[in-house]
């Protein structure tokens, strides 16, 4: 077999800019992207609401650079927060804050989503990781998205970081998503059967004024209509470096894996997006601690268990792809609990929303 491509990787997070007081979610008036702009160019932005923070890093070439680049953003972000006496967290959702106080950010394409959404988009205030893998064969990458789907609530369980919703305990470890529901175009693609069906799609949708342009497909995996990319979308922002990196790499993982069974001839089963659909909302609604559907053996096991057979099933690429140490912190998180399990846990031996914002903001940068 001959050696994989080099899977090259891009990371975005989307951050909290927090009122240290208050700990509510607070404006920062563009200043900290204005700030980041001078050492970070384009990879950081402003996002619809004022109260949130978008970086990027630059095309990484490996799991490790990608740590180094998400490591370093988030410092400087935090660095620059401080300045305007602000700090910054990571969560899915705001523990308390509600999106009816929330400004927003001042710029055309906003307002233009605005108008279209209403209080759709104004109630949108989540925050995600959003994690691209380089392929540059279309027809390939969207093979890879199709089977891939099966995969994306294994993925999604495992980052659920977003319990509360405006001072409710939702009884969801990843409430992130029903919020995003409301938006059109969103949640797990459809199956496409070749790249023609898929552009055809796109063009349809743009010649009747569904959409201005193909980026505002907002699903949870699509092949991206600009860069050579497939983008996973489904995951909630996550507590610390290690939780997003450990994502990232079992992710392009995942990639590798189905990119190398269908170089051999072999492809992963297409399972039918209406029974996906029952395993993310099994994520959503219980994280790692439920059960989810093995539709190969069509039955119910522990989530943990399908997990496991992850890791077995991308085992033989982990080495080639260096994401050894990244991707075996799975256990850690199998152990331990996900970001909503900590939140969780933490609000139920305070009973205070405040002590759940302390953590996120406290976690944001453990480890670098």
């Not at 569904?210 to 979308?233: A, G, Q, V, Y």
């Amino acid at each position: 077999m001959k050696k994989l491509p080099v899977f090259t990787l891009g990371v975005e997070e989307e951050y909290q800019i927090i009122d240290p007081v208050t700990r509510d979610l607070r404006s920062h008036m563009s200043k900290i992207v204005d700030g980041a702009k001078i050492f970070l160019k384009e990879q950081v932005k402003s996002e619809m609401h004022q109260s949130v923070v978008e970086v990027g890093t630059n095309i990484c070439n490996n799991v490790a650079d990608a740590k180094k680049e998400v490591a370093f953003l988030r410092h400087k972000i935090v660095e620059l927060a401080a300045k305007q006496d602000l700090i910054v967290g990571a969560s899915g959702t705001h523990p308390f804050s509600r999106w009816q106080e929330q400004a927003i950010t001042d710029d055309p394409r906003y307002h233009h989503i605005i108008n279209e959404l209403q209080d759709t988009a104004r109630g949108n205030l989540i925050f995600g990781l959003h994690v691209h893998v380089g392929i540059e064969n279309r027809d390939i990458a969207l093979k890879i998205m199709n089977q891939a789907c099966y995969f994306l609530p294994h993925i999604y369980a495992l980052s659920a970081n977003s319990p509360f919703w405006e001072g409710r305990n939702t009884g969801f470890k990843a409430y992130r998503a029903k919020v995003f529901a409301k938006f059109p175009r969103t949640g797990l693609p459809e199956y496409f059967d070749s790249v023609q069906s898929y552009d055809s799609y796109l063009e349809t949708l743009v010649k009747t004024n569904c959409i201005d342009n193909p980026k505002k497909i907002w699903w949870d995996l699509r092949m991206h209509p600009f860069f050579s990319t497939i983008e996973f979308r489904i995951c909630d922002m996550c507590l610390t470096v290690e939780e997003t990196i450990c994502i990232v790499a079992l992710i392009q993982a995942v990639v590798a894996k189905l990119y190398k069974m269908n170089l051999s001839n072999t492809s992963f089963n297409i399972y039918r997006i209406a029974l996906i659909r029952e395993n993310k909302f099994r994520a959503a609604r219980y994280g790692i601690e439920g059960k989810m559907i093995d539709f190969g053996e069509n039955k119910e096991v522990e989530y943990k268990e399908l997990m496991y057979e992850l890791l077995d099933f991308v085992d033989d690429v982990v080495d080639e792809l260096g994401s050894r140490e990244e991707i075996n912190h799975v256990h850690k998180i199998l152990a331990g609990g996900t970001g909503a399990d900590k939140q969780l846990k933490v609000w139920e031996e305070t009973n205070d929303l405040n002590r759940v914002v302390d953590f996120i903001t406290d976690q944001f940068t453990k480890g670098i």
